[in-house]
């Protein structure tokens, strides 16, 4: 997929040392990065590369939701929700993840909500960036 124009582009570099330092050229980020216990870390205090995945997925399909819906004039509710769960496992390559999107729309109808949804996954760059590569799930809550 070749991006026609780019409208923004974010620079983090990380950096090596007893834990990742990941800053933004900006430095509005700054993280530690460590690695999560369940793959050989020590549990220290920091974020992981997981749970930044899930963090961006869900505000960008949360962002792609917003688009669509203003787009299309329907009304979003206030309390429109997406939550990332990403799993993290060896592949025979080695290292792949899957993800579950569970997107809540409440008070939406059933079939507005689920076209919604489909909508939003079809234009959100995550979506599009992982579509055939990562196993995914959408579930309306």
């Given at each position: 997929m070749?991006?026609?124009k780019?409208l923004?582009?974010?620079q983090?570099k990380?950096?090596a040392?007893?834990?990742?330092?990941?800053v933004?050229?900006d430095g509005v980020?700054?993280?530690?990065?460590?690695?999560?216990r369940?793959?050989?870390?020590t549990?220290?205090?920091g974020t992981?590369?997981?749970?930044?995945?899930?963090?961006?997925?869900?505000a960008c399909?949360?962002?792609?939701?917003?688009f669509?819906?203003v787009?299309e004039?329907i009304?979003?509710?206030?309390?429109?929700e997406?939550e990332?769960?990403?799993?993290?496992g060896?592949?025979p390559r080695?290292f792949?993840?899957e993800?579950?999107?569970?997107?809540?729309?409440?008070g939406?109808?059933r079939?507005e909500a689920?076209a919604?949804v489909q909508?939003?996954?079809a234009v959100c760059?995550?979506?599009n960036?992982t579509?055939?590569?990562?196993?995914?799930?959408?579930?309306?809550a």
């Amino acid at each position: 997929m070749v991006i026609e124009k780019v409208l923004y582009r974010a620079q983090v570099k990380a950096t090596a040392g007893r834990d990742t330092r990941a800053v933004s050229s900006d430095g509005v980020l700054d993280l530690i990065v460590t690695m999560p216990r369940d793959l050989g870390g020590t549990n220290g205090r920091g974020t992981n590369p997981e749970q930044l995945f899930a963090a961006s997925y869900a505000a960008c399909f949360l962002g792609m939701i917003r688009f669509v819906a203003v787009r299309e004039g329907i009304a979003l509710p206030t309390d429109t929700e997406v939550e990332a769960n990403v799993g993290v496992g060896p592949t025979p390559r080695g290292f792949g993840i899957e993800v579950e999107l569970r997107i809540a729309l409440p008070g939406l109808p059933r079939a507005e909500a689920d076209a919604l949804v489909q909508k939003a996954h079809a234009v959100c760059a995550y979506s599009n960036a992982t579509r055939g590569k990562v196993s995914l799930r959408l579930v309306l809550a």
